[in-house]
């Protein structure tokens, strides 16, 4: 996990897990993709990654002394384990009900008729899971991944934004050429599949902040 692969890998699970869960920009993506096409998601995506790229260089810029102290780095480890167990675990108890194409764009009026890149901006800041999420498991891995200086750093971006990419290139994918080979059993499935690795990362997590504590 403390190797360039093991970040990028990392960062890419977490963040696909996150991705995957229906919320904003998932209802953006598939209320735009059937009248603008497949670039809907990764238009999406892209302003989505140019707010976590700003939010990721403020924190190094703004906080590089503050999130230097063992104090902050053990919170923080502990709070983003602590979401990462509660988060997995609800991925499981869920996932047997979750449909993939059952949301409902009106939902989301303010932003389906938006240019795609903007939409990806404000789906983002209107989310407040979006603020939690950096606000403990963003900001643990951040942690984590500056110990392997700017090159982890690096790769724990472009993990993170490879997920979004992945998971809703494939969204626009489906919704522009037809739902036939993805199905709802198939997302459950996969979603089952990431509460397991969120547990996992959950006991890292805790792990790494329980070790700060007896350092």
Request: glycine residues 14%; aromatic residues 12%.
């Amino acid at each position: 996990m403390d190797s360039l692969a093991g970040i990028f890998i990392g960062s890419f699970i977490i963040g696909l897990s996150g991705a995957m869960m229906p919320g904003p920009m998932f209802v953006v993506v598939v209320g735009q993709t059937p009248k603008k096409g497949f670039w809907t998601g990764p238009l999406v995506v892209l302003g989505h990654g140019a707010l976590e790229s700003l939010l990721v260089g403020a924190v190094i810029l703004g906080l590089a002394e503050f999130i230097k102290s063992s104090t902050v780095i053990t919170t923080v480890a502990l709070a983003g384990g602590a979401v990462l167990l509660y988060m997995g675990a609800d991925m499981l108890r869920s996932a047997g009900g979750l449909t993939l194409f059952g949301q409902n764009p009106s939902s989301a009026n303010s932003a389906v008729n938006v240019h795609p890149f903007w939409a990806g901006i404000l789906t983002s800041l209107a989310n407040p899971y979006w603020t939690i999420w950096w606000a403990t498991i963003g900001l643990g891995y951040l942690l984590i991944a500056r110990e392997s200086g700017p090159a982890g750093l690096a790769a724990f971006l472009t993990g993170h934004l490879m997920s979004d990419l992945a998971w809703f290139s494939v969204v626009s994918s489906v919704i522009a050429g037809g739902k036939h080979w993805l199905t709802d059993g198939i997302y459950r499935g996969i979603i089952r599949v990431c509460g397991v690795i969120l547990l996992f990362f959950a006991v890292y997590f805790g792990w790494h902040g329980l070790a700060g504590i007896t350092v």
